[in-house]
């Protein structure tokens, strides 16, 4: 049987996600780790006690605190790509894909430490008094190509109600009514109205309802996923062998795994951990302006943790889980094995019995709501920076209301869309990355500098 033609779509989702973009943001990555002198290495002992130890009352101008910011902005990226995007990784790509996602996260801390600094450097205050940046204010006032940052600008606003709305509600309300049998329109009303409450107070509201959600939520996945470490401890081991072994070598077929390439391997590997951490992508940056704080790199140190609980962290455990179950290997038939959702479930499932699937769900529909209300707020200050603060009551409107729709449709085209325009954000802020590189090296050194003296 002919497999059927890819449509346009997926044509398109193909190109732009393609070894060329991904190439770009892991160059990217890499150019700012040399420049920097490995700092996410040498500084992220540093960066975690700023933002977890640390506590500032008057830092300076802003909205939020620096703990606020990295919590608005872990709601956005710890999402359904840490369950079913590391679960289709694998399923696709075999254990090897884990190491090449690694790769994202490695040098992904580097391209996070670099876009929050430029937010931070060149943001702005609003009319309403709080403050605007990200990427389309460093692109115009840093590069000073208004027209590529209106680009950017746009691009964000279509991806909010995509990838940050109605894909995300909709993965709220299949997890539900598989698991536990709720009604989607019931699960529509009910998220409709809780993610109006808290948009409606902006992103003090946001960063109020994520400092408490984020660390709760994590704190939950990591303990039941290093309980189900626990139980299969002995398995470990040959996991970790397996991962490195299958990242340069073809992985063999087994049980349900229909096997894979060594390049099958790297690049879904690599395209699930970029759109996991969001490290490139231009809109974590966004929050990271809002934080109360006088200097840039501070902020910029904070914020490249973000990368390091995404994908080192979350998505590590994750991975593990999967492996070491062995639910990897489970299928119907000889390569007809699980993915997405289905094999995240079966993987916990096999350890803690049906609370196990039950559990991955609760997990799934958290992240994917913390991931909504997140990108609420990038997408609200994207078209504040197109139309201004008179636009964001109607912005607020329309993203509440497709929060419905998306539990209630099917969205087999709007995922496609989705990636494709979260995809396209990255082409205009890596333009200005580096472009912008002498200035995040010159900020960095006379911070350090000043760190080092008596």
Aim: proline share 4%; hydrophobic share 55%; net charge positive.
């Amino acid at each position: 049987m002919t497999p059927p033609e890819p449509s346009l779509l997926d044509r398109l989702n193909g190109l732009v996600w393609g070894w060329p973009l991904m190439a770009l943001l892991i160059g990217t990555g890499l150019w700012f780790t040399l420049l920097l002198r490995g700092l996410q290495f040498r500084l992220l002992p540093h960066a975690l006690w700023l933002a977890f130890v640390k506590r500032r009352e008057n830092d300076g101008p802003g909205d939020i605190s620096h703990f606020q910011a990295l919590m608005t902005a872990l709601a956005a990226t710890v999402g359904t790509g840490n369950i079913v995007g590391v679960a289709t990784a694998i399923a696709i790509g075999g254990p090897g894909a884990v190491f090449w996602l690694w790769l994202t996260g490695l040098v992904g801390m580097a391209t996070k430490y670099a876009e929050c600094l430029l937010a931070v450097r060149f943001r702005v205050t609003a009319p309403d008094g709080t403050m605007a940046g990200g990427p389309m204010h460093y692109i115009e006032r840093g590069l000073g190509l208004r027209w590529l940052a209106v680009t950017f600008a746009c691009l964000t606003v279509v991806a909010s109600f995509g990838i940050g709305n109605l894909t995300q509600a909709n993965a709220v309300a299949d997890g539900l009514r598989a698991s536990f049998g709720f009604n989607p329109r019931d699960t529509g009303a009910a998220l409709t109205v809780l993610s109006g409450l808290v948009l409606l107070f902006g992103i003090k509201g946001i960063a109020r309802v994520t400092s408490v959600l984020v660390p709760g939520m994590i704190l939950f996945y990591l303990a039941v996923t290093l309980g189900a470490l626990c139980v299969n401890a002995h398995a470990i081991p040959d996991v970790l062998a397996l991962i490195l072994r299958n990242a340069f070598t073809r992985a063999a077929p087994v049980g349900g795994f229909a096997g894979a390439t060594v390049a099958a391997a790297m690049r879904i590997g690599l395209a699930r951990g970029l759109f996991s951490n969001e490290s490139g992508l231009g809109s974590a940056p966004i929050a990271a302006a809002a934080a109360r704080t006088r200097q840039p790199v501070v902020q910029a140190l904070v914020a490249m943790t973000q990368t390091f609980i995404d994908t080192l962290v979350v998505c590590t455990l994750t991975a593990l889980v999967i492996l070491t179950s062995g639910a990897w290997t489970v299928g119907d038939a000889p390569g007809q094995g699980l993915t997405g959702a289905a094999l995240s479930a079966q993987a916990f499932t096999s350890v803690y019995g049906v609370w196990g699937g039950r559990f991955a769900t609760v997990a799934l529909v958290l992240f994917a709501w913390s991931t909504l209300i997140g990108w609420g707020y990038y997408g609200e200050k994207a078209l504040q920076y197109l139309a201004g603060v008179r636009a964001i009551p109607v912005y607020r409107t329309l993203f509440v209301s497709a929060v419905y729709l998306g539990c209630v449709s099917r969205l087999t085209t709007c995922w496609a869309v989705a990636d494709l325009f979260n995809g396209l954000m990255a082409l205009p802020n890596l333009v200005a990355l580096l472009g912008l590189s002498g200035l995040v090296a010159q900020d960095t050194r006379a911070y350090l500098a000043a760190r080092s003296a008596p």
